[in-house]
């Protein structure tokens, strides 16, 4: 069975642009959940969405946004970009939001 | 306010010897527990979770120890090897709807 798969794997942006992070679940799974990983940080909670509705949100401005799809893709968007959002960004799935979550080798994103 | 905390940044231990992996929450709803490794440049990789109904769960060489009444939990890898060497996440969550919440990392290094 094929793991959780995120394109693209590395991106690099200029501040004030806006950037689309995709993400394919495992097959079977509806539950996407969304993180970001900076230095020192750990894993902090971007969002979930389950059967296409989002479940939860974390702590962070509207600029960052997602969805997701019938299929249970998801993509998650971020607008006007800092230098603050460089980051690792990584997407997991399950097969419902209780079951253990499966990661992806997330999205490396470097803003200049 | 930090609800899953892993005061310990690195450890170091020799082939061989036990490591021992510690992580302490404060939110008293949290049931249920679980325990990533990531390498550099990928997703953290599920090792192995527990329940708060169970105190002890073993998977190989890989034990977790649930400790409610001091909401402590450990992971003890017997024997480390170098392949151990990675960063370590604790993650923990409720039965309602909260999304799951990750420590900071503890980063393992396996000496030969």
């Known amino acids: 069975k094929a793991g959780v798969t995120q394109t693209p794997r590395y991106l690099i942006k200029t501040r004030g642009q806006q950037v689309t992070l995709s993400c394919s679940p495992i097959?079977?799974?509806?539950?996407v959940s969304w993180y970001q990983q900076t230095p020192g940080q750990g894993l902090q909670f971007l969002f979930e969405?389950?059967?296409?509705?989002?479940?939860n949100k974390g702590n962070f401005p509207g600029r960052f946004s997602g969805r997701q799809f019938s299929n249970s893709r998801s993509e998650m968007n971020v607008s006007t970009l800092e230098l603050g959002d460089s980051a690792l960004y990584l997407c997991?799935?399950?097969?419902?939001?209780?079951?253990?979550?499966?990661f992806g080798p997330g999205t490396r994103l470097l803003v200049l | 306010d930090q609800q899953v905390k892993q005061n310990s940044p690195s450890l170091s231990v020799q082939e061989g010897r036990i490591s021992i992996l510690n992580c302490d929450y404060t939110?008293?709803?949290?049931?249920?527990f679980l325990w990533y490794k990531k390498y550099p440049a990928e997703g953290p990789t599920f090792l192995i979770s527990?329940?708060?109904?169970?105190d002890k769960n073993e998977d190989g060489r890989f034990t977790v120890f649930l400790n409610k009444s001091a909401k402590h939990l450990s992971l003890h890898i017997v024997p480390s090897q170098p392949g151990d060497s990675a960063v370590y996440f604790c993650?923990?969550?409720?039965?309602?709807?909260?999304?799951?919440?990750f420590g900071k990392g503890t980063r393992l290094s396996v000496i030969a």
């Open positions: 997991a799935s399950s097969r419902t939001p209780q079951e253990t979550q499966y």
């Open positions: 527990i329940s708060s109904i169970k």
């Open positions: 969405y389950f059967s296409e509705t989002q479940r």
């Open positions: 993650a923990a969550r409720d039965s309602g709807n909260t999304p799951l919440v």
């Open positions: 939110n008293s709803m949290f049931d249920y």
């Open positions: 097959s079977g799974h509806r539950s």
